[in-house]
Structure formats: C-alpha cells, structure tokens
C-alpha cells in the first residue's frame, strides 16, 4: 500500500477541516485532506446555507401574501431552486479543486485510524505528525417504535424534497426543527412541532417565549411535553403517538431531535482515542487522549455550530502548525436561531449566569419598543438581557428582529472582556436597531450617575464655584 508521509492530515471536509487545511497549507506545512462524502460538509450542503435559503424564500414567500395549492406547489420549487443555486454559489470555495490549487493533497474515500499514528483512506495508509478530526455530526433516529418502517425526513433529505408537504410534522422543537417549521409554514404547508420537554428549552424562557408566540401567531402548531413513543402511516398519512396517547396525523414527518458525532467509520480505539456518546474525549487544547490527536467542531462534543468549528481551527493552527499552547474558551461563543423574531445569545443565560455568579449578576434589559428605529419599522416585539458581573458583560440574550446581528458587538466586548463603558461611550449612528447594546450598557451607569447624592453633591459645589 502507497504510504504518505505529512505534517498535518485532516479527517473531514467541513467547516472545521477546510478551515484547519487552508490556514495549514498556507502558512507552509503539508497536509492531507480526506473527505468521504461531500466537500463543505455538513454546513454547505445539509445544514446553514439550505436552511437560511429556504427561510429567505419563505420570508418572501410570506410578504408576496398567501397563494392557491397550484401556485404555492410552484414558490416550493422556486425555493428549493434558490436553495440549490446558493449552495452552488459557494460550492467553489469549498471545492476539491480550490483546496488542490492551495496545495493540499485531497483523499476523497472515508477514512479509517489503523494505528497510532496512521490511516488509512482510498487505498492508502497517511502517516502524520499530527492529525485533526473534523468529521462532524448526523442526525439522531431514535429508536421509536414504527420509525425504522416510516418514511421520514432528516437534514439530509429535506432539502431535495421534490413537491411541497400538505401537513408536516416536526419531532423536535430545537433550532432545526423550529426553523424548518417555519420556512415550511410561510411557504403553504401545514406544521405541527412535536416536543418532548420545552421547545428552544436550551434558551432563556422569557426569549423563547416571545419567539414560540410568534410562530403560533403564523400558524405552526406547536405541542411541548409531548414526548413521541409510536410511528406509524407512510408518506401522504403518517400517525405520530405521543405520551399520553394522542395521536397527531399529517402527510410528512422530520426527524429534528438532536446529533450524534460521526466517529462509526474511525476505529478510533486503533489510535487509542477515547470517545463518549457526546463526542470524541478532549481536553480545552483540543488534544484527544493520543496526544498526536486532535478533534474540533461537533465531532468534538463541545456545541455544534460552524463558527465554533472555525473558532477550533483557530486553535489548532496555532498549536499544531505553529507549535504554540492554544486552548478553547468557552464563554464566548455565540448562537442564532433564524427564526422571526430571531433568538440569540451569547455567554451564559441569565439561569446559567445566576447559577455561576449569584449575587454579583446584574441584569440590565432593555425592551425592543424602547429603540426608535424599532418604533419605526414596527419591530417592537423582543428585548435584551445584558449580564454583568464587575462592570464587565458576560454574556447577552436578544429577541427581535435581526437578533443576530445585534448580538455581534456584544460578542466583541465579551470576547475581549471589554468594560461597559466602551460599549456605553461607543457613538452610534441614529436610528439604528444597535443602539440597544449600547442603550443595555447605559442603563448600569445611569442610576450610579443620576441617583447618586454624592454626584449631586459635586454637581451643586462645581456648579457655584464654576465663573
Ligand atoms: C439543518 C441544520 C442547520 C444548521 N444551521 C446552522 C447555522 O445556522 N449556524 C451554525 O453555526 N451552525 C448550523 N448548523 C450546524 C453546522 O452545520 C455544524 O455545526 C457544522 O457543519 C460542523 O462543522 P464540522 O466541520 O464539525 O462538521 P461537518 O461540516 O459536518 O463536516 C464533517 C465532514 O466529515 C466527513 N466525514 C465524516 N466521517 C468521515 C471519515 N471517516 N472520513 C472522511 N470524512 C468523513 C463528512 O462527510 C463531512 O463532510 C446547522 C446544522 C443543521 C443540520
Ligand atoms: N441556527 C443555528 O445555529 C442552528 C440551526 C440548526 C441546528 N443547529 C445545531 O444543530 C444542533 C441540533 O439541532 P436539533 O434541533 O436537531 O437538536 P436539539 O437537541 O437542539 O433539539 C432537539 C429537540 O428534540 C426534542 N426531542 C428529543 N426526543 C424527542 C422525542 N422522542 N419526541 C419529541 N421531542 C423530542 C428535545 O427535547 C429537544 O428539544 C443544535 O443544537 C445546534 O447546535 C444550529
């Protein structure tokens, strides 16, 4: 067997293992790339990029106003066109050949650890200083009574669905299954979300709660505490039986109820690599239990998001190209649910904050109605939580419209643990939705500066011997 010999080999071709292979090879090393399915992934083919197409289609879908079945059957396929034609817009950045034209050797076969320090992939065995798995997640398909024998949806298929569904139900009130739900409903279907605990539960209840009596307020039925124990039907009459024996019917049914890290193909005990059912074992330098090994992004069981898959390659660049101690904070990193109103969040929830920080947590909100700009464009549903603890945010909840571009600079103080005053002396233009970051952090000066005898005090004294 042809044996290569590289500094760094990449498993996965995705947000994380492009990121790692493109900062390598061009900061000098050799590096191998293997992908067994898809270049780009998850994010790029099954994940981010269809899903926020399908919700802008929809979005536009939603102000063109409701249509009849014949003419909404005709917008589904205009949608899935676009979703097609965005993935392909950014299919080149991702490609094998941009990858080859960078200098990096791609191995398209799934790969397979067959020592230590060796795999093996499309009839080659790939020795490496070092190696980087970045093989990602798929879909959980519980084991449900009846789901092995009815057709049904995931991430992976409901993308090329080829006709518009009549009634989908949705298991899984997460971000999936709630941005699906909704790109599905402002297109013409029915929905209705099956949750087993509390839909968006991750988030701060008070934020999800505006975004589910959104949703409701569209049309999509949603139904928490409602775990599914049976499945039944097939594609045009499916039977969903939930704890307590209701049953719920609808045409179409996805599977949106969590992932699981792709490791069934690595024979990762060959390497010594020690996993649990959340992910491959490592610690904040990313380094699995053989040192030579590292693991980023959702294979890695630390969030699942492809800016933390980024932010990993970030550190692996740093410690495994350039040789210098890197490790992965966590308190930083933000996420979106592109819904409408969108949820973001950044830091620890007020919950977690209180948890962690007891009584030095202060909680600064600001309600969206009291933004200018937000009065004027009618987007007066939402808020934001700011968490401080010394002077400092540490972390932050919007609901609103474009949450998640708001939260961007709140990202940036908490990622350089700035103080609020640089957010509170930063000028913004008016009127501008951002001005509720800023507005947050004025509101922990305020009360020191106009409740405040002692200000009052100097005030007066300054004020009489001022000429
Ligand atoms: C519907 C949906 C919407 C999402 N929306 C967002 C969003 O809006 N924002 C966000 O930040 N995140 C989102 N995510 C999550 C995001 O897609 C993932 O966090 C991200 O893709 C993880 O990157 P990764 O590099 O870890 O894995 P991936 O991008 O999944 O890449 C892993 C790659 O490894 C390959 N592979 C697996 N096993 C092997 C093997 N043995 N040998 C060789 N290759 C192998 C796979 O084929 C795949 O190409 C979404 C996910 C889904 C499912
Ligand atoms: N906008 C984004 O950034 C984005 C979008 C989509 C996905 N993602 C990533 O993908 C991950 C997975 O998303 P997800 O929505 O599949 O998973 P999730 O784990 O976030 O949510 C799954 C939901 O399914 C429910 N559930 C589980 N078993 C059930 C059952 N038998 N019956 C009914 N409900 C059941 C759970 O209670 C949970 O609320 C996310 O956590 C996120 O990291 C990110």
């Given at each position: 067997m042809n044996v290569i010999e590289t500094d760094i080999c990449v498993i996965g071709a995705g947000s994380g293992g492009l990121s790692v292979a493109a900062g390598a090879v061009q900061m000098g090393a050799r590096v191998v790339l293997i992908e067994g399915?898809?270049?780009?992934?998850?994010?790029?083919?099954?994940?981010?990029v269809p899903s926020k197409a399908l919700l802008s289609a929809a979005r536009a879908a939603k102000a063109a106003g409701p249509v009849e079945a014949e003419a909404a059957r005709t917008r589904y396929a205009a949608a899935q066109a676009h979703v097609r034609a965005t993935i392909a817009a950014i299919e080149p950045h991702d490609s094998q050949e941009r990858f080859e034209g960078l200098g990096v050797q791609v191995i398209r076969d799934y790969a397979r650890f067959t020592g230590p320090d060796s795999v093996e992939a499309g009839g080659q065995t790939i020795r490496a200083r070092r190696f980087v798995v970045a093989t990602g997640s798929s879909p959980v398909v519980p084991d449900i009574s009846g789901l092995d024998r009815v057709p049904h949806l995931t991430n992976e298929t409901l993308f090329d669905m080829p006709d518009l569904p009549g009634h989908l139900l949705v298991m899984g009130g997460g971000p999936i299954g709630l941005e699906m739900a909704l790109a599905h409903r402002r297109l013409g279907a029915q929905v209705t979300v099956i949750e087993g605990?509390?839909?968006?539960?991750?988030?701060?209840a008070q934020a999800a709660a505006v975004v589910l009596a959104q949703l409701r307020a569209e049309g999509i039925e949603i139904i928490e505490g409602a775990q599914v124990e049976r499945v039944s039907g097939r594609t045009g009459a499916i039977e969903v039986q939930v704890t307590g024996g209701t049953v719920f019917h609808g045409t179409h049914l996805l599977v949106a109820v969590g992932r699981r890290p792709?490791?069934?193909?690595?024979?990762?005990k060959a390497a010594g690599i020690r996993h649990t059912a959340d992910g491959i074992t490592v610690g904040d330098d990313l380094r699995?239990?053989?040192?030579?090994v590292y693991a980023i992004g959702d294979v890695a069981g630390r969030g699942q998001f492809t800016h933390l898959a980024g932010y990993h390659a970030g550190i692996i660049i740093r410690?495994?190209?350039?040789g210098l101690p890197a490790k992965a904070r966590a308190d930083h990193i933000p996420r979106v649910t592109?819904?409408?109103?969108e949820l973001a969040q950044v830091g620890p929830t007020e919950a977690e904050a209180r948890r962690k920080f007891g009584a030095r947590l202060q909680v600064l909100r600001v309600d969206m109605a009291q933004i200018d700009r937000a009065q004027a464009e009618g987007w007066t549903e939402g808020f934001l939580k700011l968490m401080v603890v010394s002077g400092r945010p540490i972390g932050a909840t919007i609901v609103g419209a474009q949450a998640g571009e708001l939260i961007a600079p709140l990202c940036l103080a908490i990622s350089a643990r700035m103080k609020l005053s640089a957010l509170a002396g930063t000028v913004l233009p008016?009127?501008?939705?951002?001005e509720i970051g800023k507005r947050g952090a004025g509101a922990y000066f305020s009360p020191k500066l106009f409740d405040n005898p002692f200000v009052k005090r100097m005030v007066r004294l300054v004020q009489r011997v001022m000429p």
């Amino acid at each position: 067997m042809n044996v290569i010999e590289t500094d760094i080999c990449v498993i996965g071709a995705g947000s994380g293992g492009l990121s790692v292979a493109a900062g390598a090879v061009q900061m000098g090393a050799r590096v191998v790339l293997i992908e067994g399915h898809k270049m780009g992934g998850d994010c790029l083919n099954y994940g981010c990029v269809p899903s926020k197409a399908l919700l802008s289609a929809a979005r536009a879908a939603k102000a063109a106003g409701p249509v009849e079945a014949e003419a909404a059957r005709t917008r589904y396929a205009a949608a899935q066109a676009h979703v097609r034609a965005t993935i392909a817009a950014i299919e080149p950045h991702d490609s094998q050949e941009r990858f080859e034209g960078l200098g990096v050797q791609v191995i398209r076969d799934y790969a397979r650890f067959t020592g230590p320090d060796s795999v093996e992939a499309g009839g080659q065995t790939i020795r490496a200083r070092r190696f980087v798995v970045a093989t990602g997640s798929s879909p959980v398909v519980p084991d449900i009574s009846g789901l092995d024998r009815v057709p049904h949806l995931t991430n992976e298929t409901l993308f090329d669905m080829p006709d518009l569904p009549g009634h989908l139900l949705v298991m899984g009130g997460g971000p999936i299954g709630l941005e699906m739900a909704l790109a599905h409903r402002r297109l013409g279907a029915q929905v209705t979300v099956i949750e087993g605990a509390q839909a968006l539960g991750r988030e701060d209840a008070q934020a999800a709660a505006v975004v589910l009596a959104q949703l409701r307020a569209e049309g999509i039925e949603i139904i928490e505490g409602a775990q599914v124990e049976r499945v039944s039907g097939r594609t045009g009459a499916i039977e969903v039986q939930v704890t307590g024996g209701t049953v719920f019917h609808g045409t179409h049914l996805l599977v949106a109820v969590g992932r699981r890290p792709s490791i069934d193909r690595l024979d990762l005990k060959a390497a010594g690599i020690r996993h649990t059912a959340d992910g491959i074992t490592v610690g904040d330098d990313l380094r699995s239990t053989n040192r030579r090994v590292y693991a980023i992004g959702d294979v890695a069981g630390r969030g699942q998001f492809t800016h933390l898959a980024g932010y990993h390659a970030g550190i692996i660049i740093r410690a495994a190209v350039l040789g210098l101690p890197a490790k992965a904070r966590a308190d930083h990193i933000p996420r979106v649910t592109y819904t409408d109103p969108e949820l973001a969040q950044v830091g620890p929830t007020e919950a977690e904050a209180r948890r962690k920080f007891g009584a030095r947590l202060q909680v600064l909100r600001v309600d969206m109605a009291q933004i200018d700009r937000a009065q004027a464009e009618g987007w007066t549903e939402g808020f934001l939580k700011l968490m401080v603890v010394s002077g400092r945010p540490i972390g932050a909840t919007i609901v609103g419209a474009q949450a998640g571009e708001l939260i961007a600079p709140l990202c940036l103080a908490i990622s350089a643990r700035m103080k609020l005053s640089a957010l509170a002396g930063t000028v913004l233009p008016y009127p501008t939705l951002a001005e509720i970051g800023k507005r947050g952090a004025g509101a922990y000066f305020s009360p020191k500066l106009f409740d405040n005898p002692f200000v009052k005090r100097m005030v007066r004294l300054v004020q009489r011997v001022m000429p």
